[in-house]
């Protein structure tokens, strides 16, 4: 039996919520790791002189004297996030508090002091909706939610070319989890509706990410910046279709994967203007490529608990 057209409609809240990050952000990422990236608004690019340059520019780690740890916890509230629609629902989300928590280190090479390395465990972002009691056109109140965290492990390293010219690169490993319900508790047989839950998906993905921090004057700095894409399949998730309106229960596909999900490609390249001992002003302008990190998503669930032989629940979405 195929998983008909509500696993498309689940599909589609799907990749909308994708872009919308858990707090601030762009798409699936965030803006700023650390706290003086936040304090920027993520304008780090040229600036990265902590540890968690190791992500944000890795050039930026031969700034770093010796060795330096650091771990920030960055709590957030979103606002105004609501669901509305034709059906009378004005409903504000109700997984509005967050606060990951992330941490880098780096270390200067005694034997080879113009290479400094550099580690790091950080939030990449990720989507948080839940409205738990929307009214369905289905004479029904239920739930409508997606829940998608995405974090990074990364290691890296920046070389001191010279006084002036500092390179760097890292590799990422992406991990992600996700669940996801939509209307579950509803099946109108009629009207062709059978509420969907996705849970327990997970995912990694992996990228290389280049930089470049270059002194033009002792209070001018330009900074570089490139990220590949990473693509981020979620699999091993079980997915629940509600066949109650048939008389045939709850069916349980045990074998489901989501494809389709990336982690974007990035390009960026910053100024920073050190006007006075207390003063720094920054500039940065990032290029990411949601295009081709979302063009399409697929659901396929297979090996179902149910009594008949149900075939794979597969679909689309563009």
Known sequence: MQCLANCRA?????????SGAAHAGHGIGVVGYGAESLGMAGTDIAVARDSAAVTLNPAGLTQIESGRFDVYISPFHTTRM???????????????????????????LAAHPEFVLGAGFFAQGGTG??????????????????????????VGAGWAVNEQLS???????????ARQKFFPDTSDAGAG???VRMDDGFGTGANISLGLRYKMTPELTFGLSYGSKADLPFK???VTV?????????????????????????LGIGLAWQARP??????EYEWLDHSSALEATRLRAKNPDGPLNYNACSTNFF
């Open 236 to 238: 091993n998730a079980t």
């Open 167 to 177: 390179l760097g690169a890292n590799a990422g490993l992406f991990v992600g989890v």
């Open 278 to 283: 207390d003063l720094l002003i920054a500039f």
């Open 129 to 154: 909706m839940v409205y738990p009691d929307l009214k369905t056109p289905y004479g029904t109140r239920d739930e409508l939610s997606a829940i998608i965290a995405i974090s990074k492990i990364v």
């Open 82 to 108: 609501k669901h509305s629609d034709a059906a009378g629902n004005r409903q504000l989300n109700d997984n509005s508090l967050g606060a990951p928590l992330a941490g880098s280190f780096a270390l200067r």
């Open 193 to 195: 509706f059978f509420g």
């Open 10 to 18: 689940l599909l589609a809240v799907l990749a909308f919520l994708g």
């Open 242 to 266: 509600n066949y109650e309106s048939l008389g045939l229960g709850r069916v349980e596909y045990r074998d489901a994967s989501l494809a389709g999900f990336a982690v974007s490609p990035s």
